[in-house]
């Protein structure tokens, strides 16, 4: 045996122990926790550095680095001494303070063996559990590579000599460790870097919690609920003015002041639940656009009732936006009758069983109403192949003679088509050419419900009507699709297009009529 090797075997960590005899450090400890009825176990570190320990008095040399982790895994909290259920023979002096309490006792100069302190003003009992004031996210607390502690000429170095008369903590903080945890940093919209926070780390910030005197606090109910109602009735205010959409928008601002007040509280060391303020405002949200559907939706079954049967769902639609109903009792309103009728349609009903007539009228309806529709005409009825529309009732629109001609363009452009689906759909039938004649004019008429209790329809009389449809007539004599009274024109002004110009006399009215062939319209 060589005793010379032997010798330097026991004494290679000789001043280590010396510096723990001499109190200088703190060693670390961790509670295993038993099963179910079966005694926790403490994990120490070896006999040697324990027996090195001033009068081997664990309790102020060695503190549990056991942690306390929240439900979400997240740390928040310290205990000051963990509830452990050891041996009576294994009791009495062994470890009871976790470690940051413990480093902050020490470095406070308190009797670690009392039951109570007092760290600055905040008062420690052994029951304690306190809230964890962090200094910021991880990276916060500065690092010293162990490599440059024990560099040669170390003292000499800044920062190291900064670390005189602070509590030092030594740990590991690689990869593998598996000491890292959830903290309220661990999202990115608390910090920079974001991540899990190291074992040392959070030791550290419990540490400077206890001195430093950065108790987090949670906000007094009264202030909670005064951030709630600053959120929640400006909110409310735009929620009964906006649409849902834009009301989305307005939630999604509150829920990110929420945060940011919830992150700069956190910051003054302050607990201001985000989750508080963004569920009001959510609720609020609900609440307010629940009770307008509701009274929206009533408000549209009755005037859908009223006008169902009257107009298309469209128009019924800008009525409730408009938020004025005509009056059902009659009213004169100024607008633009439209009447549209087929040409030779008994002849080429004659060449058509039941079945197909009614098979080409339907086709044709779907497609010339189409651009009526578009345009925000009502139909007022159909007579037989004929359709009358009025544009300007029951909603007042200042443009009825302009989207009148343009529904009539839009019309002749789909008559156009539905010639070739003619053709193909009843091709050597030799029907007569297919083709249509479109009267329009401008005028007053009288606008409400007319008819008997029984059958009653919402409709529009006068002389306007019987204008319009005696210059529908006029279209075969004009050799034309489209002829408007000068009235029209006048009323939709420079977008129109015209031709032929005749003065007609209308039978059933006094005064001629200028007519205008409408070539076309502009937009």
């Excluded at 503190?63 to 928040?76: K, Q």
């Excluded at 962090?134 to 000499?156: E, F, H, K």
């Excluded at 909603?395 to 989207?403: E, S, T, W």
């Excluded at 919402?458 to 002829?483: P, Q």
Aim: aromatic share 6%; glycine share 10%.
């Amino acid at each position: 045996l060589n005793l010379p090797q032997t010798e330097g075997l026991q004494n290679y960590d000789l001043k280590f122990r010396q510096e723990l005899n001499a109190g200088k450090v703190v060693l670390v400890g961790a509670v295993s926790r038993g099963l179910p009825g079966n005694p926790d176990m403490l994990l120490l570190p070896h006999s040697d550095y324990l027996l090195s320990l001033p009068n081997f008095d664990l309790v102020s040399n060695v503190g549990l680095a056991d942690l306390v982790t929240d439900r979400d895994g997240g740390v928040r909290r310290f205990e000051v001494a963990p509830r452990v259920s050891l041996p009576k023979d294994l009791a009495a002096g062994a470890p009871r303070l976790t470690l940051g309490p413990l480093l902050a006792l020490r470095a406070a100069g308190l009797d670690i063996g009392a039951g109570e302190w007092q760290v600055g003003a905040r008062p420690l009992r052994a029951d304690t559990i306190g809230t964890i004031s962090y200094s910021g996210p991880p990276g916060t607390v500065q690092r010293v590579p162990i490599s440059r502690v024990l560099a040669d000429g170390a003292n000499a170095d800044p920062a190291i000599r900064a670390l005189k008369g602070k509590v030092v903590i030594v740990g590991g903080d690689f990869q593998g460790m598996n000491d890292v945890h959830f903290t309220p940093y661990s999202s990115r919209l608390l910090g920079k870097s974001g991540g899990l926070m190291s074992g040392p780390e959070i030791q550290a910030n419990i540490v400077a919690t206890l001195l430093s005197g950065n108790a987090t606090r949670t906000l007094p109910d009264w202030t909670r609920w005064l951030l709630l109602l600053a959120l929640i009735v400006p909110a409310v205010f735009l929620f009964q003015r906006l649409s849902p959409w834009a009301g989305l928008g307005v939630l999604a601002a509150g829920a990110a002041i929420s945060l940011a007040l919830g992150i700069a509280a956190f910051q003054a060391f302050w607990l201001a639940p985000a989750a508080d303020l963004q569920l009001g405002m959510l609720s609020a949200y609900v609440m307010a656009y629940g009770g307008r559907l509701t009274r929206e939706e009533r408000e549209r079954a009755r005037v859908r009732h009223i006008f169902g049967r009257y107009v298309s769902d469209n128009v019924v639609d800008l009525l409730l936006q408009s938020g004025k109903l005509p009056d059902m009792g009659g009213v004169s309103m100024r607008l633009t009758v439209m009447f549209s009728d087929i040409r030779n349609f008994t002849s080429i009903s004659e060449k058509l069983d039941a079945h197909e007539v009614v098979e080409f009228l339907n086709k044709y309806f779907d497609r010339v109403c189409q651009p009526v529709l578009e345009q925000g005409g009502t139909i007022d009825k159909y007579i037989g192949d004929a359709v009358m529309v009025q544009f300007g009732a029951p909603v007042a629109f200042a443009d009825h003679a302009q989207r009148a001609l343009r529904a009539a363009v839009g019309m002749r452009a789909e008559v156009d088509d539905f010639k070739k689906w003619m053709q193909e759909r009843f091709a050597g039938r030799n029907l007569p050419e297919f083709g249509i004649g479109i009267g329009l004019h401008t005028g007053d008429a009288v606008v409400g419900n007319l008819g008997c209790a029984k059958r009653i329809e919402f409709t529009v009389i006068g002389d306007t009507v019987n204008v319009a449809s005696r210059l529908e007539g006029e279209t075969k004599n004009m050799g034309c699709v489209i002829v408007a009274s000068a009235d029209t024109v006048a009323a939709a002004g420079a977008i129109v297009r015209t031709g032929r110009r005749e003065t007609l006399n209308v039978k059933g009215r006094a005064q001629p009529v200028e007519a205008f062939e409408i070539v076309d319209v502009e937009g």
